[in-house]
């Protein structure tokens, strides 16, 4: 199975701060990965596809990079709507799998 | 609107069985790949399952491999995931998603209790 390290696992950030995630695959997958955003009792919601191709609904201070083992998703001004949890999927392969999360907290 | 609805989940005894269903609309259903995915309680989401659009593949993490067998009736827009032989470790709210890779859209889900 692939495994899809996410860092951090948590991070701490204010309004207005640039945040950076990333997600390390075991193998590489090409361009195979989505992010979704979650927020607490909801379901998770698809952020970004093909590694840097952002969901209509996105606002465009989220971007997505990387290909083959290496991604990152980045929030280029933080907002109050932002606070939440971030997964990355590949599906490159089976079984797809899930990084671990990061979770974004205010400061 | 993409809508995705999953019914049939409830507490169930080890070893026990329940069948989820997954309601779609908004959508031609019968031109999508769909998944079941999984999150326990404070956990992140596990992908268990996808089946392409006719049917015809099928796929599983291998943990819920020869328990659970999910299925599609594109006649009733409707996705569904058999669940035998569950274990307490399978307690976790279902939702079903559309499409089998990067999926787009997810379900509010239903909640799966294994304990005795």
């Known amino acids: 199975d692939i495994q899809m390290t996410q860092s951090p696992s948590s991070l701490s950030a204010s309004v207005g701060d640039r945040v950076t995630i990333t997600c390390r695959a075991s193998q590489g997958i090409g361009n195979d990965l989505a992010w979704y955003q979650q927020k607490p009792g909801k379901a998770p919601k698809r952020l970004i596809y093909?590694?840097?191709n952002l969901q209509s609904w996105v606002p465009s201070r989220f971007s997505g990079s990387g290909s083959g083992t290496e991604f990152t998703l980045t929030v280029s001004s933080l907002q109050p709507e932002d606070f939440a949890t971030y997964y990355c999927l590949q599906h490159n392969t089976y079984p797809r799998t899930f990084g671990q999360g990061t979770k974004v907290e205010i400061k | 609107e993409v809508q995705l609805v999953e019914s049939g989940g409830g507490l169930v005894q080890p070893g026990g069985s329940l069948r989820l269903s997954c309601a779609a609309s908004g959508f031609t259903f019968s031109n999508y790949w769909m998944s079941w995915v999984r999150q326990a309680p404070g956990k992140g989401p596990e992908w268990v399952a996808n089946i392409k659009h006719d049917g015809s593949d099928k796929y599983y993490v291998d943990s819920v491999k020869g328990r659970f067998t999910i299925s599609r009736d594109n006649a009733k827009n409707s996705l569904y995931l058999q669940m035998n032989s569950l274990r307490a470790e399978d307690t976790a709210v279902y939702s079903c998603?559309?499409?089998?890779?990067?999926?787009?859209?997810w379900g509010q889900g239903t909640l799966v209790t294994v304990s005795s």
């Open positions: 093909a590694a840097s």
């Open positions: 998603a559309r499409g089998g890779g990067g999926v787009d859209n």
